[in-house]
């Protein structure tokens, strides 16, 4: 009732935000492009479907897309603004890609940080609070000092998202005895898998002789080279993922009373902690994997979003997870647009730290 | 309603319940007592389905509770705890509003049944007033109340209560058990009477507000009846390792239970036996005591001289366990010659009182 109008508006709000930062974005680089032409040539990519031929369709021809099997599809371009080649060439293949890319990673990140803080109770926590990043950062590592071919063909996207999955994986494996996962227990083995394999990050590090620049650039998190095809992947995966854990949003609510507590109100306690790690876990390998490790994401916005709307998750975990893309966006738009382009990953801690220790400051920091 | 038979938990290898076989019905009060560490907490949870016995049965409003999914279980008991972390800034009414999780589907919005429930579990117990406040502006009754609020709202047939009053101050105590009480005899929405079963650590407000009592030590039931007859009970002083002393309540006329200490209430040893019985009849010293016990300090009366003291209490009682042992021990200086008058009624007040 109220919970869900209030959770519909703010999320349109942020919706609407996030359209926003994201068309301002696409304007703004060395060349400087008027929101208005951004629109036209956003408006001008709306394809619509209208047909599917089969058989020799002729592949080469324009608003057609072929698919396996001689089958093709048409489509209409309803829009047809007038827009420069070059400035549609900046926006579609150079900008946006990369932006889209920079609002479903913080969508992902700042989703899975209000998961892990209200699931750990702790507002210290952060989406690799189990040692996904840290797993991610060693497959990506060994991915690039690895002389070998990697197996099954992982790439190292592929690497750091195994490696994620693996050490996210270990943890739970390492807290669970006897069918029970102890959140306390989940958190301290979470700390001393990253520490684990910061060192091993550490050692192929002095390890990596010529490309220690591409690792560490790596590490710092980044969205520059971002390809549609990351797009296409992340979003088949995050908007699904998002909506898994807003399924849960009221266990976490009930969760937030204590796992005692939350038995007694009907919550299976054990499930749910499971569904939630797993979904968070691998939202965020999927994130640190085309990204990198970016900090501050998942830690801060769940935060700022709490002050705003209220500890809800029926409310928070969307609002947090929209207001996540807009930051990254923002942050990553500052990344690039300085003389020299820096990581976005420096970017978020620059802004984020600060925004925190603000908030240390200015709140009563509350146990969750 | 709520039902056990042949209950039995061990924790880490240690026997916590121990073949507990209880019945509550509906319309029935019944208080759950018995020394720290004797289980009660256990079985609250083992009743309530957060917690899977090793052995025996338990069935709630006619079903086994082992085939019962969690939602099932939760929409057929409630549970108060003693207290809830409520350090997060959810308002008075989301809180109780919780209560309705065992009937809400997952992308199920709550519609009018469970805002009818909310707002009338908010009235029941006296919550509506400050509804949109945050939980975490309440006082420790306020709060008790949130969480009665919430087990109403989740309109069950029974209801159990782990120590709801134990952070309570005494004002709290009685409201906090009045709405017990009004819930167990009906008048609610529905009409309908709960079975309540609620551990309650002080006797004396147990057996006051109680239709019966279970007495549980060491895992095991090991007496059972109206209050009057398990306060009675022999057994109880063996439980708790004290001796007693069983009065009649003046103001309110229900049982009144006083751990004495070595040498009070004692035969042999009139002069304090006197001044033991008098403070253990008197209810409003009592209440007084319990302001006044704040400041005062345990430290200064096992000091030094307690000794000589000591040796003729400890044959006073039959006690051999270790709780009585040292229960004589902390009180050595209390039959002490020249402040001994005083300080002997001060530890009285302040036994009953806890």
Redesign the interface.
Known sequence: MRVWRRAGWYSAALAAVLAAVVTVSAGIGPVSIPARTVLSVLANAVAVPVGVDAGTADAARAGVTSLAGGVSVRYVHPFAFPVSDVERTIVMRVRLPRILLGALVGTALAAAGTVMQGFFRNPMADPSIVGVSSGAAVGAVFAIVSPLALPFGLGLQGAAFAGALAAGFGVYLIATRDGRTPVATLLLAGVAVQTLLGAAVSFLLLRSGESMRRIVYWLMGHLDGASWGDVTGLALVVPVLVVVLFAYARDLNVLLLGESDAGALGVNVARSKRGLLAVSSVLTAAAVAVSGVIGFVGLVVPHALRLVVGPDHRILLPTSALAGGSFLVAADTLARSGAAEVPVGIVTAAAGAPFFLYLLRTREVYEL | MIGARDLGVALGGERVLDGVSLSVDAGELVGLVGPNGAGKTTLV?AL???LDPGAGERELDGDRVAGL???A???R???V?QE???????TVE?AVE??R??Y?S??G??DRDD?DAVRAAMERAGVAGFADRSV?TLSGGERQRVLFA?ALA?ETPALLLDEPTASLDINHQVRTLRLVRDAVEGGGADGAGKAALAAIHDLNLAARFCDRLILLADGRVRAEGDPEAVLGDPALAEAFGVRVALNRDPAVGSPLVTALEDGEGDRTTAGVDARGAERASGDEEDGGGGERDGDRDDGGDDDGDGGGDNEDGDDGDGNGDDAGTRVEADRGGGGDTDAGGDGGSDRADRRSDR
């Open positions: 949870r309530n389905g957060t999914s969690r939602r279980v939760a929409r008991v409630a549970t705890p809830a972390t409520f350090s997060f800034e959810f989301a919780m209560g999780t065992p809400v997952r992308f919005r709550t805002a975490t919430r989740q």
